[in-house]
């Protein structure tokens, strides 16, 4: 019985962290229709940020701090690489370009600060809480609890009167437009703010698995998994998705077999896709034509 | 049309000067630099599958790992199980990758765009995993030595070299001949809508299988090639890096370009492999991703476009002079040079 409560706490520690980058690639899908696959490597620069590069700081101001870069270069990458080419040639090369975009990151973090892995020593301590032999490190509550009130918020800023101004969006811009839509800057605004969720799922993430500059590629994939999981279209459905994919990854690791982690993650995303591309928590699917 | 065929078969001598030349490469080339070429050419003949998928078939694939992965262990596993001939075991191995493309079509059927290329990618990933796991079909980790035979010699680079090169004119010749049939219009109405592939009675679900049969067959092939080339198949085969490398490739010169990737590729691929310089091998993958972005934002249809613009450019201007026309060659589709408006780019799903 604490065997399953331990492993579940692990599951929903990781995938929270995971909702928080699902939360990005949603927000993003929803306003563009575009899936940024730099997100993983905005992670990994924002860990770098925290852990080595802002080390000496208190961890207050050095999260105040990646964060906000985060959130600057989301929205500097989106004006000057992807909303150029996404104007002129619609979403996949824009896919295309964040994929090019995300090697860039990598590959410098990498030229910087070699591929060394780093330790990442947890902001909010060592200390472990032990109710009924299970164990619950100060980590996890730090996690759940930064995550929780982030994705809070999202959530609630997404059942706002304003957010029906995204979806006005995404479905027709030129008509938005014409209704006197801001569109651009509320594109802005979304790239701003799946750029700090990113980072900080990226500071958080960093203690539980390792730091080195490979890991963007991963931590983008299974942020898209997750979100694909519960239905991109929605960042409700996609942050539970991705919490549900932190739990089934930790039970078959825990139960199963560790080795095949990877399989049954993609395994999952092939079969949700071709059964149901919309997404297990969706109830509708949107036609774009 | 007599000048436009002239043109053509002029295009042909040229490019059959060109594989002449490349088949005496290795007369003149050192030991190592064959197997430079060899490992160049295996690569080149990935680029054109994935062009063949993705340029002509208009599917965004991240898949070209699965079948090129399949293709290596074909050629490991049978080749170490028989001892059969490489000349045998190339052809299964094709068999297989047709195989694999078409099941990965046949999944995908119900997918579009973004999610075709998740899944194909998300194949990638299991088929890695699974290769690690199942040791006693795969060799594990450490994957399986590969000694490949032909004629009952072993494997030479040379010889490598020369199947490459064969396989890679053989897809330039499909792909040449494709373009302009009826196969090749029906794929290219399809890449612009599917709808109304569907509207003119294309049966667009076949030819999508079959999009990916082919490029399948190339692809496993390519790495067949590799497997004997290399000499150890182990998971990383199925590595999504390289199906980005392929796709950097690909993109830099120009989706429908093959010609363009005949050259691009080769001055690409030897600056990464010929690691005689430290520090310029430290960058390079930085510096290609840079180049995909920069082509992405200049020019969007690859270095091949620039060529394609430009010669049409020439020959607009060279129209303006009477004896200027002797040089035009007419788009085979009359619609090719239509100005895009701002309707057909939103039909085209942009």
Request: proline share 3%; aromatic share 8%.
């Amino acid at each position: 019985m604490s065997e399953l409560v331990q492993l579940l706490v692990a599951g929903v520690t990781v995938g929270i962290i995971y909702a928080t980058i699902a939360v990005g690639y949603a927000t993003i899908y929803s306003a563009t229709g575009v899936i940024s696959f730099t997100l993983g490597a905005q992670a990994m620069v924002s860990g770098y940020l925290f852990y080595v590069v802002l080390a000496p700081w208190p961890p207050l101001p050095s999260a105040v701090a990646s964060v906000a870069l985060g959130a600057i270069t989301s929205l500097a990458l989106w004006i000057v690489v992807f909303e150029p080419i996404f104007r002129r040639e619609g979403a996949m090369p824009t896919v295309i370009a964040s994929f090019a975009v995300s090697v860039v990151m990598q590959e410098t973090v990498r030229i910087l600060a070699s591929a060394d892995v780093r330790a990442a020593p947890s902001p909010f301590g060592e200390s472990i809480l032990r109710i009924r032999g299970v164990a619950i490190t100060a980590h996890t509550l730090g996690t759940i609890a930064m995550a929780g009130i982030l994705l809070a918020a999202v959530g609630l800023a997404f059942r706002s009167r304003r957010a029906l101004l995204v979806k006005a969006i995404f479905q027709d811009r030129m008509m938005a437009q014409a209704l006197g839509v801001k569109d651009s800057m509320i594109i802005n605004l979304i790239f701003l703010v799946s750029g700090a969720a990113t980072a900080v799922a990226g500071v958080l993430l960093a203690p539980l698995s390792s730091l080195t500059p490979f890991t963007g590629v991963y931590i983008a994939l299974v942020g898209f998994v997750g979100a694909t999981l519960g239905g991109i279209t929605g960042v409700a459905a996609s942050a539970l998705g991705a919490i549900l994919l932190g739990v089934v990854q930790s039970l078959f690791a825990g139960y199963v077999s560790a080795s095949y982690t990877n399989a049954l993650v993609f395994g999952v995303l092939a079969v949700v896709l071709i059964l149901k591309p919309s997404g297990l928590l969706t109830t509708h699917e949107r036609a774009r034509v | 049309m007599a000048m436009e065929r002239t043109g053509t078969a002029r295009g042909h001598r040229l490019i059959l000067v060109i594989f002449a030349l490349l088949l005496l490469l290795p007369s003149v080339l050192s030991l190592g630099e064959v197997y430079l070429a060899a490992s160049i050419a295996i690569n080149v003949l990935l680029a054109l599958s994935l062009m063949t998928v993705m340029g002509y078939g208009g599917y965004f694939s991240l898949g070209q790992g699965v079948v090129f992965g399949i293709g290596a262990y074909t050629v490991a596993i049978l080749g170490d199980r028989t001892g059969w001939d490489l000349l045998i075991l190339l052809p299964v191995a094709a068999v297989g990758g047709a195989i694999a493309g078409a099941a990965m079509a046949v999944t995908c059927l119900r997918t579009t765009h973004l999610y075709l290329a998740m899944v194909t990618l998300a194949y990638s990933f299991v088929l890695g995993d699974v290769a690690t796991n199942w040791t006693s079909l795969s060799g594990g980790g450490q994957g399986i030595i590969v000694l490949s035979t032909l004629g009952g010699a072993p494997v030479a680079g040379k010889t490598l070299y020369f199947l490459a090169l064969v396989a890679i004119g053989v897809t330039l010749g499909v792909l040449l001949t494709v373009r302009h049939n009826r196969i090749g219009r029906a794929q290219g109405l399809t890449r612009a809508s599917e709808v109304a592939g569907r509207c003119v009675g294309i049966n667009t679900n076949r030819l999508m299988v079959n999009t990916f049969a082919a490029s399948g067959v190339v692809a496993a092939i390519a790495g067949g090639l590799y497997a004997s080339f290399i000499g150890l198949v182990d998971p990383s085969s199925f590595d999504f890096d390289r199906t980005v490398a392929t796709l950097t490739i690909v993109v830099i010169a120009g989706v429908r370009s093959p010609f363009t990737v005949m050259v691009i590729a080769p001055v690409l691929l030897y600056l990464q492999n010929s690691s005689g310089n430290e520090a310029l091998a430290n960058w390079i993958p930085l510096v290609y991703a840079c180049l995909v972005i920069v082509v992405l934002r200049v020019a969007p249809q690859g270095i091949g476009g620039i060529r394609l613009r430009l010669t049409r450019q020439l020959t607009a201007w060279s129209v303006r002079s009477p004896e200027g026309m002797q040089g035009v060659r007419h788009d085979r589709s009359p619609c090719r040079n239509r100005p895009e408006t701002k309707l057909r780019r939103r039909a085209r799903g942009a």
